[in-house]
C-alpha cells in the first residue's frame, strides 16, 4: 500500500502529496440493469477488478475510485466499503500495491465527508478527493469555502485533495485566491480541476506562493494535458484513460521525458499528434459523461456493459447503434493505437 505522512487525523505534520502521473476516475460497473433491481443494481465486483488490473499493467499511476465518473451518489456506505476493499485487494494480489487509491466523497455536510473518508481509509484508501460543496452554490462565498474545506481537512483520517467541478456543482467557483490559501494547510496535498479555464489553472499550478512539493495540480481533462503540464501541472485524472490507459501515458511520458533532455522538433509533432487523437476521443466523454465511458468499455473491450448504471443514469447511448456509428471510427483508431503501444512495450 501506498505510504503517505500524516494521514492519521493529525494537522501538525504536512502530508505528502500522490504520486504524479496517469490516474483514471473509474466507472463502478453495476450488473446489467435489465436482469437485476431496477432501484439499485448490485456491484459487479468481478467486471471491476478486471478493470483496474488492465489499467494498472497498462501504467496508470493510480485509481480515483468513486469520483462523479464512479457514480458515488449512487452508491451506499457498505457499498462504498466493499467496492474500496475489493479493489485494494486485487492491486495488492496482482502485485501493484505502489498504486495508490484514491477515494471521492460526494457529501455536502462536513459530518458526512468525514464519514466517508473514513469508511474510505478502513476499505484502504490512501487519500480523498472531496467535492465541493456546491448545493447552495449561489449564495456560498470564498470564505465559507476554505473555512468549509480547512474543517475537513483539520479532521480527516486522510489527506485531502480538492475536487473542483463546476459541471455538477451548480456552477460553483474556487478561485484560484482561494486555492492558494487551502495549499498552505498540512492536510491539502493537492486538486484536481475538471475545468478548462487554463488561466486559473495557470495561477494555481505556476503560483510561487504555492509550495508545489506539497499541493500539486492534476488536470480532470485529457484534452488540456499538454497545456497543463506546460504550466506546472503534474499529471491528469483522466476518463478517456479509462478506456485507452496507454495512449493517455504515452503522451505524459513523452512530455516528461523531452522535458529532461530538450524536446526535438519529431517528438513536438507526435505529442501534438496525440494531443489530437486523444482531444477527438474526449468529446465523447465530455457530451455523455459516465454512460459515454461505459458504453465504449464495453463495446472496445467487453469489460461490463452499457446497461450496467443506477437510475436515472438508464444506462447506454439514447439512440444506441446509431449514436454509436458516430463515435465508431475514433474509438477503433484509439484501440488500434492502445494495442501497438502494447505490443511496443513488450
Partial sequence: MAQTNGANGSSSSPSSPPPVGIYVPVPTFFADSTSSSQAAPPLDLETQSAHSLFLARAGIRGLVVLGSTGEAIHITPSERSELLRSQRKALDDAGFKDRPIIAGTTAQSIPEALEQISVSKDAGAEYAMVHSPGYFA??????????????????????????????????????????????????????????????????????????????????????????????GGVGAIDGLAGCFPRVVVQLYDLFNSSLKKGVTSKELVEMRELQYRICEGEKVVAKWGVVGMKEAIARIWQMGGAKGARLPLAGGFEDGEQEWKKWEPVFTGLKELEQSLEKQAK
Fill in 138 to 231: 449561489s449564495n456560498v462565498n470564498q470564505q465559507g469555502l476554505i473555512q468549509w474545506f480547512e474543517t475537513v481537512a483539520n479532521e480527516s483520517v486522510l489527506p485531502i485533495m480538492v475536487y473542483h467541478y463546476p459541471g455538477v456543482t451548480n456552477g460553483l467557483y474556487i478561485s484560484p485566491a482561494t486555492f492558494e490559501r487551502l495549499a498552505a494547510h498540512p492536510k491539502i496535498v493537492g486538486c484536481k480541476l475538471s475545468h478548462g479555464i487554463i488561466d486559473d489553472t495557470t495561477l494555481i499550478a505556476a503560483n510561487p506562493k504555492i509550495d508545489h512539493d506539497g499541493f500539486v495540480v492534476f488536470t480532470g481533462l485529457g484534452q488540456n494535458l499538454i497545456p497543463v503540464l506546460a504550466i
